[in-house]
């Protein structure tokens, strides 16, 4: 059975920095591109960051210099390292994975975490 589960999450003034993990089991993932997805209450899934097989790397426009997607393969585990953290960061913060190209849109991922709550206070 295939499981993504990720970690890290919690409370953090603005300004500070939160590392998120997420490990998968059941399967390799060398091949897949890994993602991260984060939703507001009351708001859409929307893609942060994503990471190809080859280490290519992708990130939407509010993350930009602020957080940074890795991934170790020989782990299985991909993280996201959040830095300058804002109120607006706020949110479930979802990895995801799928086989082929990165996209950003959430439908396009097969396997899905069950989260992680990130709260910025201001």
């Known amino acids: 059975q295939v499981q993504l589960v990720e970690s890290g999450g919690g409370l953090v003034q603005a300004g500070g920095s939160l590392r998120l993990s997420c490990a998968a089991s059941?399967?390799?993932?060398?091949?897949?591109?890994r993602a991260w997805f984060r939703q507001a209450p009351g708001k859409e899934r929307e893609f942060v960051a994503a990471?190809?097989?080859?280490?290519?790397?992708y990130y939407t426009d509010s993350v930009k210099g602020r957080f940074t997607i890795s991934r170790d393969n020989a782990k299985n585990t991909v993280y996201l390292q959040m830095n300058s953290l804002k109120p607006e960061d706020t949110a479930v913060y979802y990895c995801a994975a799928r086989l082929v190209a990165e996209s950003r849109t959430p439908g396009q991922y097969y396997y899905w975490g069950q989260g992680t709550q990130v709260t910025v206070s201001s």
């Open positions: 059941g399967r390799t993932f060398s091949t897949y591109t």
């Open positions: 990471i190809s097989w080859s280490g290519s790397t």
